[in-house]
């Protein structure tokens, strides 16, 4: 039995997920006449009390249109040097948005009302002008740590007092929900755009969906075809999101719970010097420095554990929708 904790963006559609998808009505979405495709859209922006969504790709092409279309050339972006728009996009910010970033450094990359005040342009012409704040939640380099709307709320009051959007990196958003019992439509109400992704938690095969105001996501759209991002009978994709929002939002809570297992287990290993805090899916811990996480992770690959480094001496796991009790059990047999 192989244990794959690379990433919860490894699973496999469920039977019931399958046949969603073999059984979706679909269309043309270039042309906006695949019926799945405005569906799920609708679902999704109707669950945020938002007037407007996007179906696409991937979380980084989401991610990319609302930076793209929030900002002017030469503008300023502010996130947390974490951040994965910043580090795992491909350098989108510069190439798509010709957009510099400023780059905070919070705890566990969490952005602070001050941080982001400290890190906005003065009206200077030798300055970009900040036109942007970027949170992520929950945090990917941060362990899976996530923001409260109380948090959220004190960056939003930030962004007003200087005519900035916000706009979220929700990859891992349903994570955050199911932990604090906080609702979609709160979010809505203090982003100018979300992003979600349907293929980690969720299950989905793959896609991601913009959210913002329909003036916002018209153009947003229009950049989607830019990029090469229209496509066609993509409602066999739609049918798997639109499933995933109905049922696989909730059981992210059995994700949780296994994470929780596996930091007990790594607790009893006297190679591993430090756990980062598990508040959701994510498990992130430190070796010493006599070990490198690169040949410790091939060492967990010889008995059938994947995971991957997160740095010279971290290494990651992510529980998911095809990480079973079984696994959980087998798990703490091989690390015995």
């Given at each position: ?52 969504a996007l179906f696409c790709a991937s979380g980084t092409m989401t991610n990319q249109l609302a930076i793209r279309t929030h900002c002017r050339p030469g503008d300023d972006v502010i996130c947390d040097v974490l951040s994965h728009i910043y ?15 400023s780059l905070p450094q919070g705890e566990r990359g969490k952005l602070t009302p001050e941080l982001v005040r400290a890190h906005i342009q003065p009206d200077d012409i030798h300055k970009p002008a900040t036109r942007l704040v970027s949170l ?201």
């Amino acid at each position: 039995m192989i244990i794959d904790l690379r990433s919860d963006t490894i699973t496999k559609p469920t039977p019931a997920m399958r046949e969603a998808m073999f059984s979706a009505e679909v269309g043309d979405d270039v042309f906006g006449d695949d019926p799945s495709v405005n569906a799920l859209e609708e679902k999704a922006a109707r669950m945020f009390g938002m007037e407007a969504a996007l179906f696409c790709a991937s979380g980084t092409m989401t991610n990319q249109l609302a930076i793209r279309t929030h900002c002017r050339p030469g503008d300023d972006v502010i996130c947390d040097v974490l951040s994965h728009i910043y580090l795992y996009e491909g350098g989108g910010i510069a190439v798509n948005a010709l957009a510099s970033v400023s780059l905070p450094q919070g705890e566990r990359g969490k952005l602070t009302p001050e941080l982001v005040r400290a890190h906005i342009q003065p009206d200077d012409i030798h300055k970009p002008a900040t036109r942007l704040v970027s949170l992520e939640n929950t945090i990917n380099k941060g362990g899976g740590c996530y923001y409260t709307i109380p948090e959220i709320a004190a960056i939003r009051q930030v962004c007003d007092e200087h005519g900035l959007k916000l706009h979220l990196d929700g990859a891992r958003l349903f994570n955050a929900l199911v932990e604090t019992g906080e609702s979609p439509e709160s979010y809505g109400n203090l982003f100018d755009s979300i992003s979600i992704c349907l293929s980690k938690g969720l299950g989905c095969p793959v896609g991601s969906l913009l959210l913002g105001s329909r003036d916002f996501i018209k153009q947003a759209r229009r950049f989607r075809k830019l990029m090469g991002g229209g496509w066609r009978q993509a409602g066999f994709l739609a049918a798997a999101g639109s499933y995933a929002l109905d049922h696989h939002v909730n059981r992210l809570k059995l994700d949780h719970a296994r994470a929780r297992k596996i930091g007990q287990m790594l607790e009893k290993l006297p190679e591993v010097e430090e756990i980062f805090p598990i508040e959701t899916n994510i498990v992130i811990f430190r070796l010493p420095e006599t070990i490198l996480a690169a040949d410790y992770v091939n060492q967990l690959d010889q008995k059938g554990i994947k995971a991957v480094t997160f740095g010279k001496h971290l290494v990651r796991f992510v529980t998911h929708l095809d990480f079973t009790d079984e696994m959980l059990e087998q798990l703490e047999l091989r690390f015995r």
